[in-house]
């Protein structure tokens, strides 16, 4: 049976991706609640980024290592964890910074928000960058996970 | 928007762009110097507990940095360029670094 940890992980990172993906589409047309509706769904989205680092690096450093990666490396598809993992448990370090920037530019401007077209750009462009790397992430998981079937599948 | 809330606006974005520069740059480094890696692994029993750790206090100090200057220029618009590069840098930087060590080594 699959680890939990590795369900949370993604759900949490999945979440957060959408919470970042709302903030994309609702600047585009923002409305007399947007400051104070995006300033929680942000938040939300910053707090899913944190607890997806906290959840998946407790699953890598206690588990991953230990199970899973012996398995991988032994299977034919060894460059899922020599390339994807390593890329991506580094990679993954970028999105809580990005996540904080785009809540505090949020928090910090306020009611403007509305008005400042240059601002909304800003915070629309990180936000798609922060979607991007997320799906990404997503992405990455698939083919760790291929990597493990197709290592039990040859018997590894 | 006031002058200081846009300086710490940019004071955030300016830390967040060096600190993804120094996520990309330790994680490099601790692959090519086996003692290093050892050294991250040392202080908190992972290297990548380390990384994280390192990349949080970096972030914290380098905020702190910028926040006592009185430097403020740009639009937050080039500010998000800035970082964007920065973060595409970094992200490029490793999965290469990566795809170039596991073809190098077979």
Known sequence: MANWLIGIHAFLGEFAVLAFLWVFIELFNPGKDTPSRLRIISGLGLLFLLLAWVVGGYYYVSTYGSEVKPIILNGPDAWAHRLITEAKEH????????GMLIFSMIRFEGESLRTDLKMRKAIQWLSLLVVLIGLSMAGMGYLISTGVRTALEAGA | MNHMTLKRMYDMGKATGFTMLFIAAITIFSELDVGFKDA???????????????????????????????????????????????????????????????????
């Open chain 1, 91 to 98: 990679i993954f370090l970028l999105l809580p910074f990005l």
């Open chain 2, 40 to 106: 991250l692994k040392v202080l908190t029993g992972h290297h990548w507990i380390t990384k994280s750790v390192l990349s949080i206090l970096f972030f914290i100090i380098l905020y702190y940095y910028f926040s006592r200057s009185n430097e403020t220029k740009g639009n937050p618009f080039e500010m998000s360029k800035m970082v964007i590069a920065y973060a595409g840098f970094s992200g490029v930087a490793i999965f290469t670094f990566y795809l170039w060590h596991l073809l190098s080594t077979g």
